[in-house]
Nanobody
Framework: QVQLVESGGGLVQAGGSLRLSCAAS????????MSWFRQAAGKEREFVAG????????SYADSVKGRFTISRDNAKNTVYLQMNSLKPEETAVYYC?????????????????WGQGAQVTVSS
């Protein structure tokens, strides 16, 4: 069982930056691929970024490439999402997700565990 707790959400102006953190419980954090998803009001949850267990491989949604960076610190059982040049349309609840295995999950059905979500609001 893995418990995930996100932090770092908040209100930011368009063009600004935020860094989300996701702290995981358990002693085998490196055996989980980790991902970030987001869900805007009235929309489906969508993949944002993923990272492999030891951090060697990352993947991103096309909409965030070049602006967002996913990373992890296995010594701290934490995964991060650095978000730069934020846009108002990226206002959403951001979720951390874990998948047992090498790669992070890219679709909702692939994920094994979810955090409670962190609200990110980007004002225009």
């Amino acid at each position: 069982q893995v418990q995930l707790v996100e932090s770092g959400g908040g209100l930011v102006q368009a063009g600004g930056s935020l860094r989300l953190s996701c702290a995981a419980s358990g002693r085998t954090f490196s055996s989980y691929g980790m991902s970030w998803f987001r869900q805007a009001a009235g929309k489906e949850r969508e993949f944002v970024a993923g990272i492999s267990g030891r951090g060697a491989i990352t993947s991103y949604a096309d909409s965030v490439k070049g602006r967002f960076t996913i990373s992890r610190d296995n010594a701290k059982n934490t995964v991060y999402l650095q978000m730069n040049s934020l846009k108002p349309e990226e206002t959403a609840v951001y979720y951390c997700a874990a998948r047992q295995g090498f790669y992070g999950c890219r679709s909702i059905t692939e994920c094994d565990y979810w955090g409670q979500g962190a609200q990110v609001t980007v004002s225009s």
